[in-house]
């Protein structure tokens, strides 16, 4: 037990399921491997796989037999867009949510009713895990939309009977407002909106640590320890940590309990492999390696071991909160090229898509991200035509916004952008290095 | 009488404006006008001169990126609402203006405004229909 301004974070656990023996739980996901294999044999992408490999339902002897199984990519999920995934007619679906693609367009997941009440059992799970009751008020400050975020968390705390205010993203100061007046004892955003948060509080003249906020779940970014130590000082709060990507089923993969020591991963719905993302083989336990994840419960649009890219640590020692599922580490890196920016997906491929767009540009870019004070800054320097470089202010103005407004909209994002005169970035042998990330590795 | 000017792409970093500057110093090119327009992020530096296509040559050479453009240059009465009254021939004429930059002019020490027409020919006409002065280019140099 924690005590936070006297108020204590008990371990709870939600469900049975939770805390089965190693044996009864891997019997359970076997089955349900057998399951999900049958139900998405007729998706075209896996029914050609599974022919070539002479997979069925009865050939998943063990749970060894998931490794015969193929990987599922996101250029996979593009080539088959928008829903060539689906293992059930479109009538029956109830929600779709987006996440960045690698190129302009989205990547759509679906949920059926089921899926969605999955959803906010396994959200509801880790946030009771890491202290939330029904009688609290938990502030959600994730967007909501597409992302997963914002409507993953809002249901969850539904789901555990505590009262949600839905404050989504922007205007920082009303955010405070709100939990002061609304005396919201739960934070729920990015770790780094947390920051600005206590920051915007301090310039009010507030101190962050007499707000009534007690605890906090954070997501959508990776974070380090470091980062945790400096929100739960700044706001005095006991910060929890939690993972999950909108292919997989969006937050609620795993979550922290109490003892805060690794996130406890659903593997009761989740089948989460640690690859050498090289040779595909499994890492020794406890070593780094890609996390490569099989959802067995969803109905519209399970994915057999998707690979997330994400780089972290399995420990499967059980807990002493009593769960014996698998914990994961914090996510130490990504395998492609992906950044996180202000909790927005953005692969550098989108910055080339929006500047293809925008005539006048050419293909050679720079995309720089720093943290300057709490929040992430884009700058996307790109070089343009020397006809474009006129003598006109008002024209080049004009350039810069179009880039900006076209990065807008194929990234999701804002970007500061500076042109470049022709010939003044550098040039690569060989593989491009466009991205200089200047945020400390893993913040 | 339309003056061609030179613009000169700069980046927002120390040492950008002396860099061409110095380029054309080392050739030995004087500069009749100079004018720097900027932003937070870039700059562009406007040059009128004699030898302006040496000038343009030289810096294309040092891998500047140089544009140009025309300017006309007129020789406003100096005295209380000359400019303003100018300025009203042109609006009412519907004359647009990109930009003005004013420098003095060595020759008879008078003030000479350079001005950036969306149309220059139709600016000239309408100056000279108003018998308005414009500097013509051997006044310049």
């Given at each position: 037990m924690f005590t936070v301004q006297s108020a204590p974070i008990d371990n709870v656990i939600r469900d049975r399921e939770e805390s089965l023996p190693r044996d009864q739980l891997e019997a359970l996901q076997l089955t349900r491997l057998r399951d999900v294999v049958a139900r998405v044999a007729h998706v075209p992408f896996y029914r050609e796989a599974f022919e070539l490999r002479g997979i069925t339902p009865k050939s998943m002897r063990s749970l060894d037999d998931l490794r015969r199984l193929p990987f599922t990519t996101k250029d996979d999920l593009r080539r088959h867009h928008p829903l060539g995934f689906l293992t059930v007619p479109r009538d029956q679906l109830a929600r779709i949510h987006g996440s960045s693609g690698t190129t302009g367009k989205p990547t759509f997941v679906a949920y059926t009713a089921n899926d969605l009440q999955l959803w906010s059992d396994l959200c509801a799970r880790f946030l009771i895990a890491g202290g939330l009751k029904p009688q609290h008020t938990v502030h959600v400050a994730f967007g909501y939309g597409l992302f997963t975020g914002g409507f993953g968390l809002h249901y969850g705390i539904e789901n555990v009977g505590a009262a949600v205010v839905p404050a989504a993203s922007g205007n920082t100061r009303r955010q405070i407002e709100i939990i002061q007046d609304l005396g919201s004892e739960v934070l729920i955003c990015t770790p780094s909106y947390a920051l600005t948060i206590a920051e915007t509080a301090r310039e009010l003249g507030i101190d962050p640590r007499s707000l009534p906020l007690r605890f906090a779940h954070f997501g959508g970014e990776p974070w380090t320890e470091e980062m945790r130590q400096q929100i739960e000082a700044d706001m005095d709060i006991l910060a929890f940590n939690n993972y999950g990507l909108s292919e997989v089923i969006g937050p609620g993969v795993s979550g922290e309990c109490a003892l805060r020591d690794g996130m406890h991963i659903q593997e009761d719905h989740f089948i989460v492999e640690c690859l050498d993302?090289?040779?595909?083989d499994p890492v020794p336990e406890g070593e780094e390696g890609e996390l490569v994840i099989t959802a067995l419960t969803k109905e519209a649009m399970p994915l057999l071991r998707y690979r997330t890219r994400d780089i972290a640590r399995l420990n499967r020692e059980p807990c002493a909160c009593g769960r014996a599922t698998a914990r994961m580490s914090r996510v130490t890196g990504r395998t492609d090229d992906m950044l996180i920016i202000r909790g927005v997906n953005v692969f550098p491929s989108q910055i080339e898509e929006a500047l293809l767009r925008v005539e006048g540009t050419t293909p050679h870019y720079m995309i720089e991200v720093e943290r300057p004070a709490t929040l992430d800054q884009l700058t996307v320097r790109v070089e343009v035509l020397p006809e474009l470089l006129s003598d006109r202010m008002d024209r080049m103005q004009r350039l810069r916004d179009r880039i900006g407004k076209e990065i807008l909209t194929v990234a999701g994002i804002r970007a500061s952008v500076e042109l470049a005169a022709p010939r003044t970035l550098e040039r690569f042998v060989g593989k491009a290095r466009r991205v200089v990330d200047k945020r400390k590795p893993g913040q | 009488m339309k003056l061609p000017q030179l613009s000169v792409f700069l980046e927002n970093r120390p040492g950008s404006l002396m860099e061409p500057l110095k380029v054309l110093a080392d050739a030995n090119i004087n500069l009749v006008s100079i004018s720097l327009a900027d932003t937070e992020q870039f700059g562009i530096l406007r040059l009128v001169l004699k030898d302006w296509e040496f000038a343009k040559s030289v810096l294309e050479k040092d891998g500047w990126v140089v544009n140009v453009s025309d300017v006309v240059a007129v020789d406003v009465d100096d005295q209380p609402g000359g400019l303003a009254q100018m300025l009203g021939i042109l609006a009412e004429a519907g004359i647009n203006i990109e930009y003005m930059y004013a420098f003095a002019l060595r020759r008879n020490v008078r003030a000479v405004l350079l001005f950036r027409f969306e149309d220059p020919d139709a600016a000239i006409e309408v100056l000279q229909k108003a018998g308005i002065g414009i500097v013509q280019e051997a006044d310049m140099y």
């Open positions: 993302p090289d040779t595909l | -």
